[in-house]
C-alpha cells in the first residue's frame, strides 16, 4: 500500500485522473476527481477507514485526519502511475 500525505488544495494524479483534497473533517474527507482530457468534476466524500475504488483499479483509503492534513492508502496496479502535485 502507497501512503501518501495531503493537505486541503493539494492533489493526486492518478494517470490522467486529478483527485484533490478539498475539505476535511475530523472523520471524513470530500476530493474532487477530475480526468484531464474533457472530464467532467464529480466530488466524493470518504469516510475513514472506508474503500472506494476511484480509477483504473485503484483503491483509495482515507487513513486518518489530523486538521487539515489526511492520510491516505492507495493501492494499485504496476501498470498505473501516481504523481503527487502541489
Known sequence: MLVLTRDVGESLL??????KLVYTDQS???FSM????????????VQ?????NV???VKFQLISVEGSTARLGLEHPESVTIQSID
Open 34 to 45: 477530475e480526468k484531464l482530457t474533457g472530464g467532467r468534476e464529480t466530488k466524493v466524500r
Open 48 to 52: 475513514r477507514h472506508q474503500i472506494v
Open 28 to 30: 471524513s474527507i470530500i
Open 14 to 19: 492518478i494517470d490522467d485522473v486529478q483527485l
Open 55 to 57: 480509477c483504473y483499479d
